[in-house]
T-cell receptor, first 114, second 110 residues
Framework: NAGVTQTPKFQVLKTGQSMTLQCAQD?????MYWYRQDPGMGLRLIYY???????DKGEVPNGYNVSRLNKREFSLRLESAAPSQTSVYFC?????????????FGEGSWLTVV | QKEVEQNSGPLSVPEGAIASLNCTYS??????FFWYRQYSGKSPELIMF????GDKEDGRFTAQLNKASQYVSLLIRDSQPSDSATYLC??????????FGKGTKLSVKP
């Protein structure tokens, strides 16, 4: 059982280049998320998708776009990378269960923009 | 905007001691609370969640919730060096996402 799978794991980009981070989950979850994690800043929500066909901005959406391709896949695109986007990116998915909401994370993608 | 506050640490405890990790939150209407553990270079993994006032125990871990004081804590009994990690407190947001604190780094010394 793979859970949440992200690719690539490591990437170095030059300023101004574009790239897409891919994410897929095999748990049949409706909701998917993209977070970024920076030293001293904790995990911050970039975008989320509550269900297939919907996407919404999180806390730090500027410079990013997302696509919910189907129920399994949720991609994050950097159109013109900037050094400030150097970070660790985590994709996650969840299914609401009563008052709990267990979010499962992928292994992370380490992105460096030079 | 909901906020979650944690002491960044590091918190250092000797092996076998009780480690106490604390978290406060700003939104009195928050219902669900989560503790995640994150080892260096790894992704966060869920330890437990709690949504009722009082204590919830799972093995060596106990989560405590006090909604009146807007306070959540995690106790780790018989701490082991393998418990050394960053512990993230989170509350559920209005869209099902989790809002995280910045984490407390725990170091358990042999």
């Amino acid at each position: 059982n793979a859970g949440v799978t992200q690719t690539p794991k490591f990437q170095v980009l030059k300023t101004g280049q574009s790239m897409t981070l891919q994410c897929a989950q095999d748990m049949n979850h409706n909701s998917m998320y993209w977070y970024r994690q920076d030293p001293g800043m904790g995990l911050r929500l970039i975008y989320y998708s509550a269900s297939e066909g919907t996407t919404d901005k999180g806390e730090v959406p500027n410079g990013y776009n997302v696509s919910r391709l189907n129920k399994r896949e949720f991609s994050l695109r950097l159109e013109s990378a900037a050094p400030s986007q150097t970070s660790v990116y985590f994709c996650a998915s969840s299914e609401l269960r009563g008052s709990g909401n267990t979010i499962y994370f992928g292994e992370g993608s380490w992105l460096t923009v030079v | 905007q909901k906020e979650v506050e944690q002491n960044s640490g590091p918190l250092s405890v000797p092996e076998g001691a009780i480690a106490s990790l604390n978290c406060t939150y700003s939104d009195r209407g928050s219902q669900s609370f989560f503790w995640y553990r994150q080892y260096s270079g790894k992704s966060p993994e869920l330890i437990m969640f709690i949504y009722s006032n009082g204590d919830k125990e799972d093995g060596r871990f106990t989560a405590q919730l006090n909604k009146a004081s807007q306070y959540v804590s995690l106790l780790i009994r018989d701490s082991q060096p393998s418990d050394s990690a960053t512990y993230l407190c989170a509350v559920r947001g209005s869209q099902g996402n989790l809002i995280f604190g910045k984490g407390t780094k725990l170091s358990v010394k042999p």
